[in-house]
């Protein structure tokens, strides 16, 4: 069965300071790994990861693949407060399933 | 640029009645979803589906019921409802294609309380 496991559940740090985000999967039939954020509503894309070792970036956002180990990881540097969601790891299979999600609160 | 468009946005029933969520999309996607979140989790794969006439269970499909008889609608049936249906719903889909699909694109989410 698909599985995708997120790490932290959460995660509180300070304005400026750098965090990494953790996913690691099983899935039959992988396609690609997507990242999400959410604030209190659907879910915004964030990253969608196909092919290992290639970093995906958008601004203070950077995300890369490991298919040998089955990991992602998502780095926010310089942190701020609207970082503050619910960051979600997906893995697109046969079907999309999607991890528990970590929390990050970023304090002022 | 409608997208995903899910109705209603916001639902109370009370024990043992059913309703059914509306999903419509229109950018011709192949695959949909729909996902439940509770307070604090993440999202569970209720049921999807590939095609029109073409569905499947997700995770969690108890409780609930679907149907695709065309590309654009994916309705989501609650027969009997229960308070532990209380939660959030989200409708999504996708392009479908191989190797690489597209992202999923969400609606806006439904709220439903039973009581």
């Known amino acids: 069965e698909d599985k995708v496991v997120q790490s932290p559940l959460s995660l509180v740090v300070h304005e400026g300071d750098t965090v990494t985000l953790n996913c690691s999967y099983e899935v039959t039939n992988f396609r690609s790994l997507l990242w999400y954020k959410q604030e209190k509503k659907a879910p915004t894309f964030l990253f969608m990861l196909t092919s290992s070792g290639i970093e995906k970036k958008s601004g203070r956002l950077s995300s890369i693949l490991d298919k040998k180990e089955l990991f992602s990881i998502l780095n926010i540097t310089a942190t701020q407060t609207g970082d503050s969601a619910v960051y979600l790891c997906?893995?697109?299979?046969?079907?999309?399933?999607f991890g528990a999600g970590t929390i990050l609160r970023v304090k002022s | 640029n409608a997208g995903v468009t899910q109705t209603p946005k916001f639902r109370i029933l009370k024990i043992g009645q059913s309703m059914t969520l509306q999903c419509t999309q229109d950018?011709?996607?192949?695959?949909m979803y729909w996902y439940r979140q509770d307070p604090g989790m993440g999202l569970k794969l209720i049921y999807y589906?590939?095609?029109?006439?073409?569905?499947d269970k997700g995770e969690v499909p108890n409780g609930y019921n679907v149907s695709r008889s065309t590309t654009e609608d994916f309705p989501l049936r609650l027969e009997l409802a229960a308070p532990s249906q209380t939660s959030v719903y989200f409708c999504?889909?996708?392009?479908?294609?191989?190797?690489?699909?597209?992202?999923?694109?969400f609606g806006q989410g439904t709220r439903l309380t039973v009581v």
């Open positions: 997906a893995v697109d299979g046969n079907k999309l399933v």
């Open positions: 950018m011709n996607h192949n695959y």
């Open positions: 999504a889909s996708s392009l479908g294609r191989r190797p690489m699909n597209t992202e999923a694109f």
């Open positions: 589906s590939v095609g029109a006439g073409i569905t």
